[in-house]
């Protein structure tokens, strides 16, 4: 199978190299992509070594059957035709696509039946938040309906990309250091400290991260579930956790 990643240098696409490798996933192929910035860069795969190619309008996606695609909603938009154009399927990471009808949102261990009616050959990927919580939220949806979650979140750097966990690293060297830290990801100084707020804020006062895990719960369990999300940024570099309260419609 001839794979591709576009996005291969941030903090998703190094996750998706370990993984394609842990999983001994059947490539006879596989093609970076990123920005000018990494083209150019190697990363080694299996042993072999693979140059970062600048993702481009023209064919190199001509062969590729599967591409997983992480290099933020922007880009996805713009290169979905390039990808999908010669039969590729994308698995999109990002935002771009996940809410459009005609796009199955899917997390293989509650929807994976929806992968298979993909109109215009793209698969999206939820966010994080609400891919781990559907997957508890599964099981327990077999026993009983679920009619609302209510749902707390501590999320970590990794959430924000490769350029935010450098940044929290480096805020708290500047605090030992009796430096001030540089804030840019985050809104708010991440070291030593809590940021109750995960992307911008909506017109009904939840953030979007949290409408994210309304809407996308919905679609994924087909349910009308009703879910409040409050998600919290904490100052660890990896792993996302989450306290869930459920009700169900008959006692569990
Ligand atoms: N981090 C997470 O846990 C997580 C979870 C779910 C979904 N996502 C989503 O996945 C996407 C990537 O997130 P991330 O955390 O991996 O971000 P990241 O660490 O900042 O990495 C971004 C990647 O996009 C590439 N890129 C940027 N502009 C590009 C362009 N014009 N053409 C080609 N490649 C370009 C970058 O390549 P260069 O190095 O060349 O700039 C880099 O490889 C986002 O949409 C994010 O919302 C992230």
């Known amino acids: 199978m001839k794979v591709a990643i576009v996005g291969a240098s941030g903090a998703v696409g190094q996750e998706f190299l370990k993984v394609l490798d842990e999983r001994n996933f059947p490539i006879d192929e596989l093609l970076l992509f990123g920005s000018s910035r990494s083209a150019g860069r190697e990363y080694t795969f299996r042993g072999k070594q693979i140059t970062v190619k600048e993702l481009k309008h023209n064919d190199d996606f001509k062969g590729v059957d599967i591409a997983f695609t992480s290099a933020g909603a922007g880009i996805s938009k713009e290169f979905a035709e390039t990808i999908t154009r010669y039969g590729a399927i994308m698995i999109d990471n990002s935002s771009a696509f ?3 009808e005609d796009v199955p949102l899917v997390v293989p261990e509650v929807n994976g039946d929806d992968a298979f009616v993909r109109p215009r050959g793209i698969i999206a ?12 939220l599964n099981a327990i949806e077999s026993l009983s309906h679920i009619k609302r979650v209510h749902v707390a ?3 970590a750097a990794s959430g924000a990309g490769a350029s935010a966990m450098a940044e929290l690293r480096k805020q708290y060297e500047q605090i030992v250091a009796g430096e001030t830290p540089t804030v840019e990801k985050f809104f708010f100084q991440l070291a030593y400290n809590l940021i109750p707020q995960v992307d911008v ?9 949290e409408m994210k895990m309304f809407h996308e719960t ?10 409040s999300a409050t998600c919290v940024r904490v100052p660890v570099m990896r792993a996302h956790s989450e306290a869930i309260w459920i009700e169900t419609e008959r006692p569990v």
């Not at 939820?126 to 508890?136: E, F, K, R, Y």
């Not at 919905?218 to 879910?227: E, G, L, W």
């Open 125 to 136: 990927n939820p966010n994080c938040t609400t891919i781990q919580m559907v997957v508890a």
């Open 153 to 155: 979140t501590y999320q």
């Open 218 to 227: 919905r679609k994924i369990m087909h349910s009308d579930i009703a879910v």
């Open 201 to 209: 804020f909506t017109d009904n006062l939840y953030t979007k991260e």
């Open 98 to 100: 996940r809410m459009d």
